[in-house]
């Protein structure tokens, strides 16, 4: 392994090993949003297809880690769509053509790892409880935090060919902190949820479809123009049906609370603490998560060669080759 890797390797490790200890002694750190802060645009994207239907595309590639600037972008856009009566239906898209969002960014420190905690359990409520219907379309990788989020959208819908769903942490040594144990047990069902969660591995969009994980599976060659389509129509539909229908549905089905959100925080803490979380961490880290790589394609395959091949040496790869 080149020499310049294994420095990166060890800054990461580190830098993870840091926060690790920083939020286990300071739990209760982590402050509201601050609405008055912008977001830098460029980390979502915002086009105003029709005035009924905006898209939000996720826009830090390669392979759009969510990181802080993430969360201020999406709050932002949050803001925008309340304010706008006119506006039914969001579309959240990738500008990276193999992900939707990875996962969390987990070497930019405390300031990222907010999506477990109060942050993350305030923006995901309002998007849940927002007038206005959120659509995932999913055409690469959404796992972790990528699939959190997914999941705290109204809907979600994958390419056949290319959506890759799934909730690999457990596999890691951790829990999922950002929703995963709120959410797929109301979707999925318990033991589809222990199944998921617990097996730490990669779905396909037709297993996902299977499953409820996501609402439909369509073919790539016809995904674009049917998620536009879908949006449209109900871009098109009057807001107050839309709201008041999307706000009694809501009532009916149970939304997760903020008090579920702390207590899988709180576990994710306790986790993190754990020898073998770490050991799995950097194992993983050397193996080149967090970039646009082997193990990060295929990261439900290597979360079970943790255990299986411990000694496995990535090999180099040129950057976005289609693996």
Same mark, same amino acid.
């Given at each position: 392994?080149?020499?310049?890797?294994?420095?990166?390797?060890?800054?990461?490790?580190?830098?993870?090993?840091?926060?690790?200890?920083?939020?286990?002694?300071?739990?209760? %750190? /982590?402050?509201?949003?601050?609405?008055?802060?912008?977001?830098?645009?460029?980390? =979502? @994207?915002?086009?105003?297809?029709?005035?009924?239907?905006?898209?939000?595309?996720?826009?830090?590639?390669?392979?759009?880690?969510?990181?802080?600037?993430?969360?201020?972008?999406?709050? @932002?856009? %949050?803001?925008?769509?309340?304010?706008?009566?006119?506006?039914?239906? +969001?579309?959240?898209? #990738?500008?990276?053509?193999?992900?939707? +969002?990875?996962? =969390? $960014? +987990?070497?930019?420190?405390?300031?990222?790892?907010?999506?477990?905690?109060?942050?993350?359990?305030?923006?995901?409520?309002?998007?849940?409880?927002?007038?206005? *219907?959120?659509?995932?379309? !999913?055409?690469?990788?959404?796992?972790?935090?990528?699939?959190?989020?997914?999941?705290?959208?109204?809907?979600?819908?994958?390419?056949?060919?290319?959506?890759?769903?799934?909730?690999?942490?457990?596999?890691?040594?951790?829990?999922?902190?950002?929703?995963?144990?709120?959410? %797929?047990?109301? !979707? *999925?069902?318990?033991?589809?949820?222990?199944?998921?969660? !617990?097996?730490?591995? $990669?779905?396909?969009?037709?297993?996902?479809?299977?499953?409820?994980?996501?609402?439909?599976?369509?073919?790539?060659?016809?995904?674009?123009?049917?998620?536009?389509?879908?949006?449209?129509?109900?871009?098109?539909?009057?807001?107050?049906?839309?709201?008041?229908? @999307?706000?009694? +549905?809501?009532?009916?089905?149970? =939304?997760?609370?903020?008090?579920?959100?702390?207590?899988?925080? #709180?576990?994710? !803490?306790?986790?993190?603490?754990? $020898?073998?979380?770490?050991?799995?961490?950097?194992?993983?880290?050397?193996?080149?998560?967090?970039?646009?790589?082997?193990?990060?394609?295929?990261?439900?395959?290597? /979360?079970?060669?943790?255990?299986?091949?411990?000694?496995?040496?990535?090999?180099?790869?040129?950057?976005?080759?289609?693996?």
């Amino acid at each position: 392994m080149p020499q310049s890797i294994s420095v990166w390797n060890c800054i990461v490790f580190f830098t993870f090993a840091f926060w690790l200890q920083y939020i286990t002694q300071r739990p209760n %750190l /982590i402050p509201e949003f601050p609405t008055a802060m912008a977001a830098p645009v460029e980390y =979502l @994207k915002v086009t105003k297809v029709t005035p009924g239907y905006w898209r939000a595309t996720f826009n830090n590639p390669p392979t759009n880690l969510w990181g802080p600037e993430t969360s201020l972008a999406v709050w @932002k856009l %949050l803001d925008d769509l309340e304010k706008d009566d006119s506006v039914r239906v +969001v579309v959240f898209d #990738s500008a990276a053509p193999n992900f939707f +969002v990875m996962h =969390l $960014d +987990v070497t930019q420190g405390i300031e990222t790892m907010v999506p477990p905690g109060r942050r993350w359990a305030n923006l995901v409520q309002r998007l849940s409880q927002s007038p206005v *219907v959120s659509l995932a379309a !999913i055409r690469g990788r959404a796992r972790g935090l990528g699939s959190e989020f997914a999941l705290a959208c109204d809907m979600r819908f994958a390419s056949k060919e290319k959506g890759i769903i799934g909730q690999p942490e457990v596999g890691a040594g951790l829990i999922p902190g950002g929703g995963g144990p709120e959410w %797929l047990p109301r !979707i *999925v069902g318990r033991s589809r949820a222990l199944e998921i969660i !617990i097996g730490s591995d $990669d779905f396909d969009a037709s297993t996902a479809e299977l499953y409820g994980y996501i609402n439909r599976a369509i073919p790539d060659a016809e995904f674009e123009e049917w998620v536009d389509k879908f949006a449209r129509r109900i871009g098109a539909f009057p807001k107050y049906a839309v709201a008041s229908m @999307k706000a009694t +549905v809501n009532v009916r089905s149970g =939304l997760p609370t903020g008090s579920e959100f702390e207590q899988s925080w #709180s576990t994710f !803490i306790d986790v993190c603490q754990q $020898d073998e979380t770490k050991k799995r961490m950097g194992k993983l880290m050397e193996w080149g998560i967090q970039q646009d790589s082997q193990c990060e394609r295929e990261l439900g395959k290597f /979360i079970g060669m943790l255990d299986t091949h411990p000694d496995w040496k990535p090999e180099k790869k040129t950057p976005h080759e289609d693996l």
